[in-house]
């Protein structure tokens, strides 16, 4: 009797054995842990990556400038007004100093002229007197309105956007061509 109960007994399963059961059910959970860590893992990245490289896929808000208040500019006295540029292209902010000429016959609507002369690119100025742009390179002359009265200008003078916002007088720096 002895001898039968010390060997049923060392029939059954030791502490340090596992069943096959056991054993695939810790596979299973190993596989899906390094499932789960895996769909983590690259829900993360696409959302860094998106972080980093989104900036060069947003649209470029248009970048209206501020030019001052709209009552400070004088009926019939074109201004030369100087303002600073700041563009930001994707990861990129970039500033440019330029200006603009700035006319109005009322107070109320506005024109803004690119500075520089549609013949050849020279800033030009307002003559008081005549009440007319002058460029000094090839003496184009233009009105106030910016059309050409004579000289070698093939075109009116390149005009900006303008709208006023509150009291504020703003412009769109990009020039339009007029025909
Ligand atoms: S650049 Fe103005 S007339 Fe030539």
Not at 40 to 58: D, E, H, M
Not at 61 to 70: C, S, T, Y
Not at 83 to 97: C, I, K, N
């Amino acid at each position: 009797m002895e001898t039968e109960a010390t060997l049923s007994a060392s029939k059954e399963p030791c502490c340090g054995e596992n069943p096959p059961e056991d054993a695939g059910r810790r596979d299973f959970l190993t596989r899906a842990t390094v499932a789960l860590g895996a769909v983590i893992a690259a829900a993360l990245s696409a959302t860094g990556i998106g972080y980093f490289i989104s900036p060069a896929f947003q649209k470029r808000e248009e970048d209206w400038v501020d030019l001052g208040r709209a009552g400070d500019f004088k009926a019939g006295s074109p201004a030369l007004v100087e303002f600073t540029q700041r563009r930001r292209d994707a990861w990129v902010t970039s500033e440019r100093r330029s200006s603009a000429w700035v006319a109005t016959a009322d107070g109320k609507s506005f024109t803004a002229f690119d500075p520089r002369c549609t013949h050849l690119g020279c800033p030009y100025r307002w003559d008081a007197g005549s009440e007319r742009f002058v460029c000094p390179c090839h003496t184009a002359v233009f009105g106030p309105d910016g059309h050409v009265i004579s000289g070698p200008a093939p075109r009116p003078l390149d005009q900006y956007q303008t709208k006023v916002a509150g009291n504020r007088l703003m412009i769109l720096p990009k020039a339009e061509k007029k025909a």
